[in-house]
């Protein structure tokens, strides 16, 4: 700032170094998930190494004792971690041949209980990236707004017989249906597999690993299985990616 060359030296009561001339000071952190933390860098890199090494998630109570933090620091330290994930990750646009499909995670009861469920709608381009929105509803004004701003136009488009898809073609894409109600789960190259698929794992690890996900926090919970499953066939570099993108 001041334009002279010098040492900075560290200000021992703040994470943050200052100029030997004109005492400017600088914050390395500021703007990444360590802004306002009190714990050790390494406890959050290793944090992040269980993070992308774990197939299905790492809960607070592990985090507390990993790395000898209170269970609030825990569940701080994984909750800015999914953030992170989700920023990392971003939002690309999808294109070519994709799969949509809705699911209902959480609750006790079967579909008769939706309104006590979590409703959430993925989109998962052919072999390539996936994507998954937290939506209010099933219908077709909850639905089609994302595929539109997030699926170039023209796009094949396979999806089951929900009643809210059946104006796609209508939207500029192409649009091929399986009729799940009829036992017909792939036509051709036409099917939601993957997505099925990937709903499973999630469930199972929601389930197993975190017991219950409220529907305030289930974006971040997403944004942390949507990494994994986006970087799956390069999962040697998942740490690495998180700490390069500081």
């Not at 800015?80 to 994930?85: A, G, H, P, S």
């Amino acid at each position: 700032k001041c334009g002279k060359h010098g040492k900075f030296s560290k200000i021992r009561k703040l994470p943050a170094w200052q100029c030997a001339w004109c005492g400017h000071h600088v914050h390395p952190m500021a703007g990444t998930p360590f802004e306002h933390t009190t714990t050790p860098l390494q406890k959050w890199f290793y944090a992040m190494y269980l993070f992308t090494t774990s197939r299905h998630g790492v809960p607070a109570k592990e985090l507390q004792r990993q790395l000898s933090v209170t269970y609030k620091t825990a569940w701080r330290m994984g909750h800015e971690i999914r953030k992170y994930l989700g920023q990392v990750d971003g939002d690309d646009g999808l294109s070519g041949h994709v799969e949509i499909d809705e699911t209902f995670i959480g609750g006790k009861g079967g579909h008769k209980d939706k309104h006590k469920k979590t409703i959430v709608m993925g989109m998962l381009q052919r072999n390539g990236m996936l994507m998954t929105k937290v939506v209010p509803d099933c219908k077709k004004s909850s639905l089609l707004p994302h595929i539109r701003q997030n699926i170039a136009a023209g796009s094949l488009l396979n999806t089951d017989e929900h009643v809210s898809y059946r104006q796609l073609a209508n939207e500029g894409f192409q649009h091929v249906m399986v009729e799940h109600g009829k036992k017909q789960y792939v036509k051709g190259i036409h099917h939601v597999n993957g997505l099925e698929s990937f709903w499973g794992i999630l469930k199972r690890s929601i389930k197993g690993t975190y017991i219950h996900v409220s529907e305030k926090h289930m974006p971040k919970y997403l944004a942390e299985f949507e990494y994994r499953h986006n970087m799956r066939k390069h999962t040697e570099f998942m740490f690495e990616r998180l700490l390069l993108s500081f």
